[in-house]
């Protein structure tokens, strides 16, 4: 069967084909027809670059309370600088050279207790004394004060927080010590049992090397 599209077009019902000027219709605008506009395009984001991940350095992974100060404060006076500490003993070391401080030169000036704190680091850095700080001070025969190798009990009042911020500016080396080097000390009425030399003599103590 055939059917001629003039036939069509014209027997068309109202409100379709009906009154439709075929001259008009160019084959331009019917190519048109199925031409998406632009805002018609949907616009697809470009997919994101995967960025590989960036392994931090060992001073980013620090926690920044931990990393250390760009520059180290100074002091005035020695005074100043046990002022500056807090009395937390955090850690062994530090306990056990506090509590020499305290047992040996609570009494004594600054620069006595400092210089106290420096014969027990001098010692541990020797190689001719255990290799640390607690191990120094329980050294067998070497502190009255110790019992048992152990330190006695304390009692946390003014004299020991003043023991504990003398402990951390000698570990920090805040502050030079009139002793330096030294690595005995006695009473001055008392010499070391071995041949030394006399490097300072500060309140009731004559250090030695």
């Not at 926690?63 to 500056?84: H, S, Y």
């Amino acid at each position: 069967m055939t059917f001629s599209l003039a036939g069509l077009l014209g027997n068309s019902a109202p409100g379709h084909a009906t009154g439709i000027d075929r001259t008009t219709v160019s084959l331009t605008a019917l190519a048109n027809l199925n031409a998406l506009s632009p805002q018609n395009v949907p616009q697809v984001a470009p997919a994101a670059t995967p960025v590989a991940a960036v392994e931090k350095t060992a001073i980013e992974k620090t926690a920044p309370e931990q990393l250390a100060p760009a520059e180290e404060e100074e002091f005035d006076t020695l005074a100043q600088a046990v002022a500056a500490q807090d009395s937390a003993a955090a850690d062994d070391a530090l306990q056990c050279l506090a509590g020499a401080i305290y047992f040996e030169s609570k009494g004594e000036p600054l620069t006595g207790q400092l210089a106290v704190a420096e014969v027990i680091i001098n010692r541990a850095k020797s190689g001719r004394f255990p290799a640390d700080v607690c191990a120094v001070v329980k050294q067998r025969g070497q502190f009255s004060f110790v019992r048992g190798g152990q330190i006695p009990t304390i009692t946390k009042g003014a004299s020991y927080r003043t023991a504990v911020a003398v402990a951390k500016v000698a570990l920090a080396s805040a502050w030079n010590s009139p002793a330096d080097k030294a690595l005995y000390f006695n009473t001055p009425d008392r010499r070391p049992s071995v041949r030394a030399i006399k490097v300072a003599s500060i309140g009731n103590h004559v250090f030695y090397r």
